[in-house]
């Protein structure tokens, strides 16, 4: 597609489209908008008839090796016939693992925050009735669903394990299956404590 075909195609969407919207007015804006969000393209001369590719080994060559067009226009400056705009799927590929990393963080900074809440829950709770935090709990608390080391199955772990009123840990017969049950955990251990 030539340019002045493109920039026609425009003209014709933007007359379907309401006034106020943001679709760019022709090739040279939607280019400047491509290397804004840093969209790299690679562009390669292709042949007028779309027989072959003028790329790596063949990028120099004169003319098409199958109908044997010219690869340049006539006149002295070297102005290939027809170019393709090429994105390549590395940058692409890139783009979106960073963009799920960066949704992974926002994911463990929150559950970060609701361990962290519930420790200073269950923390003023101890403090209100005016007995130490037991060091099972600590254990709870300091190592919970966030910070457990890696290799370990951080939501059974912490889901299977139940303090009786004599403050030692047991194995559940239930596992759960989800971090949030950590600090229910932690709350039946307070209550569990409290009442003796």
Excluded: W
Excluded at 84 to 92: A, G, Q, T
Excluded at 147 to 156: D, H, K, L, M
């Amino acid at each position: 597609m030539s340019i002045a075909h493109f920039d026609d195609t425009l003209k014709i969407i933007h007359e379907l489209l309401p006034p106020e919207s943001n679709l760019s007015e022709d090739f040279y804006q939607s280019k400047k908008l491509l290397e804004g969000l840093g969209m790299p393209y690679v562009k390669i001369d292709v042949c007028k008839n779309n027989c072959m590719l003028y790329y790596k080994d063949n990028k120099h060559k004169e003319k098409c090796d199958f109908c044997g067009t010219s690869h340049y226009e006539e006149g002295q400056k070297k102005i290939p016939r027809k170019v393709l705009r090429y994105l390549p799927l590395k940058d692409r590929l890139q783009r979106r693992a960073n963009e799920e990393n960066a949704e992974l963080r926002r994911a463990k900074e929150m559950l970060q925050q609701k361990v962290d809440m519930h420790g200073q829950l269950i923390t003023a709770l101890f403090k209100e009735i005016g007995k130490e935090l037991p060091a099972h709990i600590l254990h709870i608390l300091s190592h919970g669903a966030v910070s457990q080391p890696e290799g370990t199955n951080n939501s059974s772990q912490a889901g299977s394990q139940v303090v009786d009123g004599n403050n030692d840990v047991m194995e559940s017969s239930e596992e759960n299956d989800t971090t949030g049950n950590v600090g229910d955990q932690i709350v039946d251990a307070a209550a569990n404590h409290g009442g003796n």
